[in-house]
């Protein structure tokens, strides 16, 4: 079975995205509208900007599906930038691949906080417009296209994922509330896709109706000051087998990969897996989760550790916070200087989001559901749904799950 993985391309401005999912098994239920249903999502939240009033994603399967079902091949998706007919800006002639460029101004005043420097830095352009199209965020709608392929998968054998919001800016839940429990013991009465669809219930995809009212208002005080907020969410995901990942390498260990593939998303920060903050200046006593034994089976009384262990999943809900920072596309200039003239100046107007916390927090839906379908084909894997669910259920069996 080859390892599962997928390549995007295409920029921001361009025609379209590009995406290709391969490892896929056959068998897995497909459709269209599972895609686009968790493209939608990934536009959900107040304070987004003025494109999401023009994109609106829908994905083309071009190759590896056939009666909604894979079948083994390399599965391809399209999805068109509406932005490149609908802009006003004039992007189909800013960004052709055809033709000189002849007549059109270069972008030459690099945004702080964002890529455009050091991508100029390091490709040597003498225009920013290249860094700022493949840097923007725009890529990780194909990249939730492509990691909707691994939820369904995951869907197959039980496996859920789910996120909310926790805080944006300085209003949100605190570390030590009661929210934790709530949410914790609705994930494991209805699974992790409970949490989302309750959140996805709020502006700001928080399961709190006041603090969602607070966020609202923070917002619009911030869009008035020209500003942006940066937040916080936690992703969980329920029904997951002991046994994913390992110690063995470096790069086996699940809660290393689950952090690599959040902080790969624009503007994540930091990642938080369990109480790996707070447990930090805990005492050990009140931090690991005691063990015990209950019908042949291991289980663990709390979930400090998120779920994971050594770098393997111990059966418990893999849980983990992204910490994205404020977004750097400010109303309110920054001083930047020219790169061709070298005068400090400061920074063009741009329309702008003023938060994508909400968003961000699907998009990390789809990156986790990613490396939890790869953990799981490369302990259970097959080159069908039907073999690879066979291999599970005699692994449990065996276990005694």
């Not at 605190?174 to 934790?180: H, P």
């Not at 111990?314 to 200039?333: D, E, H, Q, S, Y």
């Not at 990156?367 to 790869?374: D, L, N, P, R, W």
Request: charged letters at 25%.
């Amino acid at each position: 079975m080859p390892a599962l993985r997928y390549l995007t391309a295409g920029e921001s401005h361009g025609e379209a995205l590009i995406g290709i999912v391969e490892g896929m098994p056959a068998g897995v239920p497909v459709t269209v509208d599972e895609i686009n249903f968790q493209l939608a999502r990934r536009w959900l939240g107040f304070g987004r900007g003025g494109r999401a009033k023009i994109e609106r994603d829908r994905v083309h399967i071009y190759s590896g599906v056939r009666f909604s079902r894979t079948i083994a091949g390399p599965v391809a998706l399209r999805l068109d930038n509406a932005a490149y007919a609908k802009d006003r800006a004039g992007w189909p002639d800013v960004m052709a691949v055809d033709g000189t460029g002849e007549g059109v101004a270069p972008i030459t005043l690099p945004r702080p906080g964002h890529a455009d420097l050091v991508g100029v830095q390091k490709y040597g352009f003498d225009d920013i417009r290249p860094v700022i199209d493949r840097a923007s965020a725009r890529e990780t709608a194909m990249r939730v296209a492509c990691c909707t392929l691994a939820r369904l998968l995951l869907k197959q054998v039980g496996v859920e994922v789910g996120s909310h919001v926790v805080r944006i800016g300085k209003v949100g839940f605190d570390a030590a509330g009661s929210w934790r429990a709530r949410i914790d013991a609705l994930a494991e009465e209805s699974g992790a896709e409970a949490v989302s669809r309750l959140a996805d219930r709020s502006e700001v995809r928080m399961t709190d109706e006041d603090l969602t009212s607070q966020c609202v208002d923070h917002i619009r005080e911030a869009k008035k000051q020209g500003d942006s907020l940066g937040g916080v969410y936690e992703v969980l995901v329920t029904g997951v087998p002991p046994g994913l990942g390992s110690y063995v390498h470096w790069e086996h260990r699940l809660g290393g990969r689950l952090a690599q593939a959040v902080l790969s998303i624009p503007a994540q920060k930091a990642v938080e897996i369990g109480n790996g903050i707070t447990g930090s200046f805990t005492p050990g006593s009140k931090v690991h989760d005691p063990i015990y034994l209950k019908d042949g089976v291991y289980r663990r009384r709390s979930n400090n550790a998120g779920g994971i262990e050594g770098g393997i999943s111990n059966g418990m809900p893999v849980i983990l916070r992204g910490f994205m920072k404020p977004i750097p596309t400010l109303i309110k200039a920054l001083e930047t200087v020219d790169i061709k003239s070298g005068v400090s100046q400061p920074t063009r107007y741009e329309r702008s989001d003023v938060t994508s916390v909400p968003a961000a927090s699907t998009v990390a839906e789809a990156m986790v559901a990613f490396v939890i379908a790869s953990a799981f084909l490369e302990k259970y894997g097959g080159d069908s749904l039907e073999e690879i669910k066979t291999h599970f259920a005699a692994v449990r069996a065996q276990a005694g799950a």
